[in-house]
């Protein structure tokens, strides 16, 4: 499954989340391999980082070849995850071009929820001429939610002018993920019992539940 992490809009919390799906499902047993697809090499940077051996490998592939150069590697893993660009059209097609999963990270603000449609469209776009031989599931999922608001319910209702579901599970912002950032680690990994390695956990679940229910309906 290959699972790309995407949005047109920075500062949504597309590296964060990629790094913890990988390490969620690395530390299931599962074999994983990260592709980072931002020029600014943020994953690359993680993993650098990391003083202990990687749970899993990570690669750089910032071009709009990322859905040829998939091809060769999936066979080797059992999930790959593409920390996708903001603002790289060619390259941003390319990853959606690439996976079964488009998670649409964004947080709760209207901001977000206005500038959601630059992905969508691009999404659509991608998929339409896909269609006769793969399909390409998407999801939005509210992140960096501040605890104990309700924001994340109204942004949910903002959603449904899009037609793509909204996932269950919403991450908050939680100062261990910045924290296991700077050490190349994630939270889940140091500490799963924690409300951050809880929603990650849950998360990931969710988004395998959503895939393989709707793959059944294919």
Known sequence: MIIAVLNQKGGVGKTTLSIHLAST?????????????DAQGSALDWASSRESPPLFNVV?????????EVRLLADKYEFIVIDGPPRVYDVARSCIAASNFVL?????????????K???DLINEVKEPLSAYKTIQSAF???????????GREVEEALTQYNLPVLKTQLCQRV????TAARGTSSIEE????????????????????????????
Not at 104 to 116: E, F
Not at 141 to 151: A, C, S
Not at 191 to 218: C, F, H, R, V
């Open 176 to 179: 261990i993920y910045a924290e």
């Open 60 to 68: 750089g592939i910032a071009t709009n070849s990322i859905h040829k």
């Open 25 to 37: 499902l690395a530390l299931a047993g599962k074999s994983i391999l990260l592709i980072d697809a």
């Open 191 to 218: 500490d799963p019992d924690s409300l951050a390695g809880k929603e990650i956990k849950q998360l990931t679940e969710e988004i395998l539940k959503t895939y393989k229910k709707n793959q059944q309906l294919i």
């Open 104 to 116: 649409i990270p964004l947080q709760p603000s209207p901001y977000d929820v206005w500038s959601a």
């Open 141 to 151: 999922v509210i992140n960096r939610k501040i605890p104990n608001t309700v924001i």
């Open 118 to 120: 630059e992905v969508v």
